[in-house]
């Protein structure tokens, strides 16, 4: 099993990075090329909404991305460390009444994440938040001399 760790300051400019790093990792462990598209564009959303979430309660800490190479799969993980609504609380800045539209907008990019990845999982607490999203990967071909 190998993880790549990539760790970047919340910022828009770094998510095209982020992206491109996880695109050629996803290569390299043997993910098919008809789906890199869809790793590039689901990698872009959750670190946009990464990001998004850190400016919006002003945490400085960094996004956390860890693309995970095992037998059969390629995972990627993107953390944040905003605070989460957990059920029966509120999280200011988020969910009703909100007058900016986050709430709204965080829903959009989990939706276009679903829609992108056919395994996805999304959790969230108090402490931060994270996707994980895994495709399956093929073998490399064995070459016979």
Do not use: N
């Not at 965080?106 to 402490?127: F, K, N, T, Y």
Request: aromatic share 2%; net charge negative; with cysteine.
């Amino acid at each position: 099993m190998a993880t790549v760790e990539l760790r970047f300051s919340a910022l828009p400019e770094h998510v095209r990075t982020a992206r491109l790093v996880a695109a050629a990792v996803a290569r390299r462990a043997g993910v098919d090329e008809a789906v890199l598209d869809e790793v590039r564009l689901a990698v872009g959303e959750a670190c946009t909404r990464a990001v998004g979430l850190h400016q919006a309660v002003g945490i400085s800490a960094p996004v956390k991305v860890l693309l995970i190479e095992e037998e059969k799969q390629f995972s990627i993980e993107v953390g944040d460390e905003a605070p989460h609504a957990v059920p029966g609380e509120h999280v200011p800045g988020a969910g009703p009444g909100d007058p900016d539209g986050e709430a709204d907008e965080d829903e959009m990019g989990l939706a276009v994440i679903s829609g992108l990845v056919d395994d996805v999982e999304v959790s969230a607490g108090e402490h931060g938040g994270l996707i994980k999203m895994t495709w399956p990967t093929t073998p490399p071909p064995t070459i016979l001399v």
